[in-house]
């Protein structure tokens, strides 16, 4: 069964039970294996290959620990993604430390766990070297190739002036000495954005860092491994995923033909390409109206879940489908109308004149291509709960089993993230 028939099945099970909440997200297990499968296949030409998911793409504890059994380690950015990654069994050398501002803490966790390093700026240099003592963890250094920008400017990092790494043209010789300096560094990390970026581009940055790998290495072996980091492109248009896994090892592999003559080791960090296409959010219509002659559906789902798709509607939309209460697409003639969220601001719409047919109350809404960043990434505004998420499998037969993966926010602890504690603290007004 493919990935759009298990969703199918997926959304007529959920409905069937009335949704228990009125917003909720679902993930398609078998989809996230057969990403998997896709990816490790694809890269067998590069020889010994690290895959790690980035966790900021979903930060979800069962999903990390499912992706760690299909033999994904985890690519961490701050101190709650490790956190999490190491309750989902994943510690020491499965993880991967990235992030352009890790504490002294941070370093030292990780150097005392053996998990890998990918300094991002000198300065950070200058800490691992009173840090390090007999490393464990393998150590490298993020290098912006300075290549150029994707579609997206605010998820491309290897723009002249990008925040991340060691800017490469301005740094050259000064990189190279880093390395004279400092034997224990074997790794260097490049990663030119996420999402926008097409597979070309990706490919230039890996091709200037092999390039200056082997200007490294050619005073003394000392670069051995190369992390490629994440961002191949997902079509957010239709169901088609966009380019594969193996597209891009085919075009890494026409620029950079050495990447497969087994002199480096390499590790992925890729997020959105393997798992936004199995996930997706299913929202209940609360209320209709019509304002201005335009018709909106108020739903639950607006920018708690969906930041970017709210306020960047340009780059990020997403598709959605129309389905009555009871799981099955709603027929009729499509009607340009506002997909509204529930947050208090006027521009939280999920999508606005949007054709789909005309909503009512009761119905659902399925925003698709959203098992990366989407409700993984929460927004607090409204206090408004993070929401339930569901795993799912589908048999041949068409049964469907859910599993939990998170459970939705409660009061409680809502209240609890309110400070509720210190409630009595502050002196009398
Ligand atoms: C260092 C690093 N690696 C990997 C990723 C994952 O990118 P993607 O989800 O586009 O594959 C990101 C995303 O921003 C990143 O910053």
Redesign the pocket.
């Known amino acids: 069964m493919n990935r759009t028939d298990r969703k199918l099945h997926a959304l007529a099970a959920a409905a069937g039970r009335d949704l228990p909440d009125p917003m909720a997200g679902f993930v398609d297990l078998a989809g996230i294996r057969e990403s998997v499968e896709d990816l490790t296949k694809a890269f067998a030409p590069l020889g010994r290959v690290q895959h790690t998911v ?1 966790a ?2 979903c930060g979800l504890a069962p999903v990390l620990r499912y992706l760690g059994d299909l033999g994904v380690d985890a ?1 961490v ?1 701050s101190p709650g993604e490790t956190a999490v990654a190491e309750a989902a069994g994943l510690r020491g050398a499965r993880l991967v430390l ?1 992030s352009p501002a890790k504490t002294r803490a941070e370093l030292a966790h990780a150097l005392a766990e053996g998990t890998a390093i990918n300094a991002d700026n000198f300065q950070e240099l200058a800490r691992l070297d009173d840090l390090v003592t007999t490393p464990r963890s393998v150590l490298g250094l993020r290098i912006n190739p300075q290549v150029g920008a994707g579609r997206i400017g605010d ?1 491309s ?1 290897a723009t002249p002036t990008s925040k991340f790494g060691i800017p490469l043209r301005d740094n050259r010789t000064a990189i190279i000495d880093a390395f004279a300096r400092r034997p224990w560094l074997t790794r260097l990390h490049v ?1 030119v954005g ?2 926008g970026c097409p597979p070309e581009l990706m490919a230039d940055g890996v091709a200037a860092v092999h390039a200056l790998a082997e200007e490294i290495n050619a005073e003394r072996r000392q670069v051995t491994s190369i992390d490629l ?4 492109p997902v079509n957010f248009a239709s169901e088609d995923p966009g380019p594969s896994y193996a597209d891009y090892v085919a075009t890494l592999l026409a620029k950079v033909p050495a990447l497969a003559d087994g002199r480096y080791t390499f590790v992925t ?5 393997l798992l936004a296409k199995n996930g997706f959010l299913v929202s209940t219509v609360e209320y209709t109206k019509v304002a201005g002659g335009r018709p909106i559906a108020v739903t639950h789902a607006g920018a708690q879940v969906a930041a970017r798709t709210v306020l960047q509607p340009e780059h990020w939309p997403l598709r959605l489908t129309a389905l009555d209460a009871r799981g099955r697409p709603k027929t009729g003639p499509e009607v340009p109308q506002d997909i509204a969220g529930p947050l208090c601001f006027a521009g939280d719409l999920l999508a606005k004149e949007r054709p789909l047919p005309l909503l009512e109350p009761g119905d659902l809404v399925v925003a698709h291509d959203t098992g ?2 989407y409700f993984g990434a929460h927004y607090a505004y409204n206090t408004l709960p993070r929401p339930a998420v569901h795993g799912f499998t589908v048999t041949e037969r068409g049964e469907v089993e859910f599993t939990p993966i998170r459970r939705a926010q409660s009061l409680t602890e809502l209240v609890a993230d309110a400070g509720a504690e210190y409630v009595g603290a502050l002196p009398e007004a």
């Open positions: 980035a900021k793409a690519e950015a990235d998820t990092t990663h996420s999402q980091g994440g961002g191949l960090e890729f997020g959105r390409s990366a960043y």
